[in-house]
């Protein structure tokens, strides 16, 4: 098989349509992947969309109609086999294409690859072909008005419903309107006279250690008459060694190897190794000729959803089982990396990656409002042991279900799955992104209707996500299915089934988050809060000082979240003196941001407390991205710059951890009284190891009185069960006292607790501070922090408790790679902190309560 790219010496222009009949065509160079944005900004033609308010300036460019064109020779050779074929990997979205004056198809589904018989029609000279891209605005409105007219929604404009382009162009809560047009994936030619059309791979890990492997292949070809040919068949490990082959295999014969223990399993990270394997097949002809090869990356897992009866508590688990080890997912939301997609280059998505493992994450969720992501993401998720849940891609919408859309949403589906399935990250599909929590917001799902037959219901999409999807799933993969993130029990928000999306800190009824326990849900897939990204960021979005300030314009415009100023003041208000100031800003919503997020995954995974009680198992932050620059729930912005928090979750995922509650407890004298009380502030104190060997530990715990100095210390020796949470201890905080009327104000006592694994007494391994809750009533002493820089490692002391410590390179440079940050310090615990880049320059800092704000 012969493939040619057809990736360069494209033209474009704007084309005159019926809603800009005016236009005149000015052609301009280009090659694909591309779309009409980045070549306009690239020759200067509009500014840069993510500026300012320049967003607003390129809404035209929606709902005007494109042409790319391209002329190109072909070798006689391939003319003359027995197949040509265009293979379009990608059309964003309504494209009508001609070859040589010819129409060869039109497309309405960006999700969709198209392999196109032009046989008869390529010439081996000046071939001509033409992708004329309708205004994609324009186009879902038509199929909106004539499929059923505009339905319910969150985020967008109703007509993005009606077309199978990603969501988040229509704009979202975090992403600007900006919806592309063009080629977003790869062209190719093709000519062949027999290919290797489909393998389909079916391993199995079996036993009790989950240590036997068995291998299952079929195979398609392109043509029927495949009985001239075999298949020669390899499995290599990744240093090249063979582990089986076969060098004559049928090709309708199902390949079936039992592999014993000739290989390994591959783990989620923290759990073991990720071993991957190639499959190569070769396509013979009875000669022997290779006409065709493929190889596929192969691995061996078992992935399983356990949903089973949990002791002492409502409702069941929702816990992903991998190779027989119950893992608590900790982890993030993935939404596009750019609002252009096309700029993606080659290593972002890796660097993505690797961002969430210095995170100590082991989740992304495929958020159903992008896209099914690059290869390289998901390549990147195999190799690092990086699960992945997928939505199929619908969101926040009553989506309208028609034969038409159906059959194409159908094709997707198998297409997205037949690509994805052989990833052994990817462990779950889900139907969609809250379209079960928005039709119950209206009052359209209806939980007693099981009948099946759903298309001509008040939710017509139910047939999408439950007949449909379910279908093309069991048929093609192994993959566990869930009709909806969230979905499960009663309802969408069900705390005790299936998943839910933990919105009533921020949105819904704004909780504070010192209620996250209470918010918890069996696996927690979506929650967040907003944090403004590094100053860096902030400036690349104007180069206006004057509005460099929350309230100014080019600010709101960028942040998207509906009453988000309401918000973050609440928030902030709530728990902090703070000022308005940009750089303070900044500082106050990421150290609210950071808190607020780190409490969830603490007080979460202290709920996976072990087989049959795995009341949590699994906490994804919304969102671990940005599209563009912005403020937004990311933990980490469009630069790929951590915030604060990404440091703070980092703390609460490592594999081990220890974690602190306090809370006030009030008895009255008797019931009679009202004014007779004794308040007690009662603490808990517990450790989490994801390992999966008991651990034995001991715990510091260490109070320090912020108004008299006064220090209490308590040791405890624990051992720590495999892969779940212990309880080490429960009573009255240390040195604090007993308060009987409220004008009696509590001791502001901080407490850490210090972990040192019994087998390393000299290292501390995991550190938390439990501080008097709210800050804003706390009067700070100065701490006597001392920072000494060293090269590129930064060493920091304090002879008072410190809150929050942000580090950054002074004046402004550029950044270091920090490998801490919001750090809470306390006297005698002295912290390093590695700054890669920071090569000896001066560091600057603020903490809560430093005088700066
Ligand atoms: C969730 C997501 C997104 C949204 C986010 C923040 O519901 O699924 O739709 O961006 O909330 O509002």
Same mark, same amino acid.
């Given at each position: 098989m012969l493939k040619s790219p057809l990736l360069e010496n494209w033209e474009f222009s704007q084309v005159s349509s019926e809603h800009s009949p005016d236009v005149h065509e000015s052609w301009n160079p280009c090659s694909i992947p591309t779309s009409v944005h980045v070549e306009l900004k690239r020759l200067g033609k509009i500014p840069d969309p993510y500026k300012d308010l320049n967003e607003w300036k390129v809404q035209w460019i929606q709902e005007a109609d494109w042409v790319f064109k391209t002329q190109f020779d072909v070798d006689e050779a391939q003319v003359n086999q027995k197949h040509v074929d265009l293979l379009f990997e990608g059309l964003d979205t309504y494209c009508t294409i001609t070859l040589n004056g010819k129409e060869i198809a039109t497309t309405d589904n960006m999700f969709l690859s198209h392999r196109i018989?032009?046989?008869?029609?390529?010439?081996?000279? &000046?071939?001509?072909?033409?992708?004329?891209?309708?205004?994609?605005?324009?186009?879902?409105?038509?199929?909106?008005?004539?499929?059923?007219?505009?339905?319910?929604?969150?985020?967008?404009?109703? *007509?993005?419903?009606?077309?199978?382009? %990603?969501?988040?162009?229509?704009?979202? !809560?975090?992403?600007?309107?900006?919806?592309?047009?063009?080629?977003?994936?790869?062209?190719? +030619?093709?000519?062949?006279?027999?290919?290797?059309?489909?393998?389909?791979?079916?391993?199995?890990?079996?036993?009790?250690? /989950?240590?036997?492997?068995?291998?299952?292949? @079929?195979?398609?070809?392109?043509?029927?008459?495949?009985?001239?040919?075999?298949?020669?068949?390899? +499995?290599?490990? $990744?240093?090249?060694?063979?582990?089986?082959?076969?060098?004559?295999?049928?090709? &309708?014969?199902?390949?079936?190897?039992?592999?014993?223990?000739?290989?390994?399993?591959?783990?989620?990270?923290? /759990?073991?190794?990720?071993?991957?394997?190639?499959?190569?097949?070769q396509l013979k002809n009875s000669g022997g000729d290779v006409l065709d090869r493929i190889t596929k990356r192969v691995a061996f897992r078992s992935a399983k959803v356990i949903q089973e009866p949990l002791e002492g508590q409502e409702g069941t688990s929702f816990v992903f089982e991998i190779n027989g080890i119950r893992v608590f997912c900790g982890g993030s939301n993935w939404i596009p990396a750019d609002s252009f997609l096309t700029e993606i280059e080659p290593g972002r998505y890796r660097a993505w990656v690797d961002l969430l493992i210095r995170g100590n994450q082991n989740m992304l969720r495929v958020w159903g409002g992008g896209v099914y992501e690059a290869e390289e993401l998901y390549d990147a998720c195999d190799e690092n042991g990086i699960l992945v849940w997928q939505d199929f891609m619908f969101g926040c919408g009553l989506y309208p279900s028609y034969p038409k859309l159906n059959e194409s949403i159908k094709l997707e589906a198998e297409q997205a799955v037949r690509r994805l399935r052989d990833h052994p990250s990817v462990v779950i599909f889900a139907g969609n992104n809250e379209d079960y929590a928005l039709a119950e917001s209206i009052g359209v799902m209806d939980y007693k209707d099981n009948s099946g037959d759903y298309m001509n219901s008040k939710f017509p999409a139910r047939h #999408?996500?439950?007949?449909?999807?379910?279908?093309?799933?069991?048929?093609?993969? *192994?993959?566990?299915?869930?009709? &909806?993130?969230?979905?499960?029990?009663? !309802? @969408?928000?069900?705390?005790?089934?299936? !998943?839910?999306?933990?919105? *009533?800190?921020?949105?819904?009824?704004?909780?504070?988050?010192?209620?996250?326990?209470?918010?918890?849900?069996?696996?927690?897939?979506?929650?967040?809060?907003?944090?403004?990204p590094n100053i860096r960021t902030v400036k690349e979005w104007t180069d206006d000082k004057s509005q460099l300030f929350p309230q100014s314009r080019i600010s709101v415009n960028h942040n998207k979240a509906d009453g988000f100023e309401r918000r973050l003041e609440l928030y902030l208000m709530e728990n902090f003196r703070h000022s308005f100031d940009i750089p303070s800003y900044i500082y106050y919503t990421q150290i609210m941001q950071s808190e607020c +997020?780190?409490?969830?995954?603490?007080?979460?995974?202290?709920?996976?407390?072990?087989?049959?009680?795995?009341?949590? $198992?699994?906490?994804?932050?919304?969102?671990?991205?940005?599209?563009?620059?912005?403020?937004?729930?990311?933990? $980490?912005? =469009? =630069?790929?710059?951590?915030?604060?928090?990404?440091?703070?979750?980092?703390?609460?995922?490592?594999?081990?951890?220890?974690?602190?509650?306090?809370?006030?407890?009030?008895?009255?004298?008797?019931?009679?009284?009202? %004014?007779?009380?004794?308040?007690?502030?009662?603490?808990?104190?517990?450790?989490? *190891?994801?390992?999966?060997?008991?651990?034995?530990?001991?715990?510091?715990?260490?109070?320090?009185? +912020?108004?008299?100095?006064?220090?209490?210390?308590?040791?405890?020796? %624990?051992?720590?069960?495999?892969? $779940?949470?212990?309880?080490?201890?429960?009573?009255?905080?240390?040195?604090?006292?007993?308060?009987?009327?409220? @004008?009696?104000?509590?001791?502001?006592?901080?407490?850490?607790?210090?972990?040192?694994?019994?087998?390393?007494?000299?290292?501390?391994?995991?550190?938390?501070?439990?501080?008097?809750?709210?800050?804003?009533?706390?009067?700070?002493?100065?701490?006597?922090?001392?920072?000494?820089?060293?090269?590129?490692?930064?060493?920091?002391?304090?002879?008072?408790? #410190?809150?929050?410590?942000?580090?950054?390179?002074?004046?402004?440079?550029?950044?270091?790679?920090?490998?801490?940050?919001?750090?809470?310090?306390?006297?005698?615990d002295e912290q390093k902190v590695e700054a890669k880049g920071l090569g000896g320059r001066d560091v600057t800092f603020r903490y809560l309560g430093d005088g700066s704000a």
């Open positions: 018989d032009v046989k008869g029609m390529i010439k081996a000279k &000046s071939n001509q072909l033409e992708l004329h891209f309708k205004s994609p605005w324009h186009e879902a409105s038509k199929a909106e008005a004539e499929n059923g007219g505009p339905k319910p929604l969150w985020n967008g404009a109703s *007509n993005r419903l009606y077309s199978r382009k %990603a969501q988040y162009g229509w704009g979202w !809560d975090w992403g600007p309107v900006m919806m592309t047009v063009g080629p977003w994936k790869a062209i190719n +030619l093709e000519t062949y006279d027999i290919r290797l059309d489909e393998i389909r791979i079916d391993d199995s890990l079996t036993g009790e250690a /989950y240590d036997h492997a068995k291998l299952a292949a @079929s195979f398609t070809l392109s043509d029927t008459d495949a009985e001239a040919h075999q298949l020669e068949i390899t +499995l290599k490990d $990744a240093s090249g060694q063979t582990i089986r082959t076969v060098r004559d295999h049928p090709v &309708s014969e199902k390949l079936r190897w039992d592999l014993g223990k000739d290989v390994k399993a591959w783990y989620p990270r923290g /759990y073991g190794d990720q071993p991957l394997y190639d499959l190569e097949v #999408v996500y439950e007949v449909l999807l379910p279908e093309v799933v069991d048929r093609l993969s *192994n993959i566990f299915y869930h009709r &909806s993130s969230p979905y499960g029990g009663k !309802d @969408s928000s069900d705390q005790t089934v299936g !998943d839910i999306h933990q919105w *009533n800190v921020w949105h819904g009824t704004q909780e504070p988050w010192s209620n996250w326990d209470k918010l918890a849900g069996r696996f927690v897939s979506e929650f967040g809060m907003q944090g403004y +997020l780190s409490a969830a995954y603490r007080l979460w995974r202290r709920s996976f407390k072990g087989r049959g009680r795995e009341y949590t $198992a699994g906490a994804l932050v919304w969102q671990i991205n940005d599209c563009w620059p912005c403020v937004s729930w990311a933990i $980490a912005d =469009y =630069y790929l710059r951590p915030k604060p928090t990404f440091f703070t979750i980092a703390r609460e995922l490592r594999t081990y951890t220890v974690g602190i509650t306090r809370k006030d407890v009030k008895t009255h004298r008797d019931s009679s009284t009202s %004014a007779f009380f004794e308040i007690k502030e009662e603490m808990e104190l517990w450790a989490c *190891n994801s390992s999966v060997n008991p651990i034995d530990v001991e715990v510091v715990l260490e109070t320090f009185n +912020l108004n008299t100095s006064q220090r209490e210390q308590k040791t405890f020796n %624990a051992q720590l069960q495999p892969n $779940a949470s212990t309880e080490i201890w429960s009573g009255p905080v240390p040195s604090q006292p007993i308060r009987t009327d409220h @004008s009696q104000i509590p001791e502001p006592i901080v407490i850490q607790a210090r972990l040192y694994l019994s087998s390393a007494p000299d290292k501390v391994e995991a550190r938390y501070s439990s501080w008097p809750e709210p800050y804003k009533y706390l009067t700070f002493p100065e701490p006597g922090l001392k920072i000494t820089v060293k090269g590129d490692e930064v060493v920091l002391t304090c002879e008072k408790p #410190v809150k929050g410590l942000v580090l950054d390179v002074k004046g402004g440079g550029d950044e270091a790679i920090w490998s801490d940050q919001a750090l809470d310090l306390f006297p005698g």
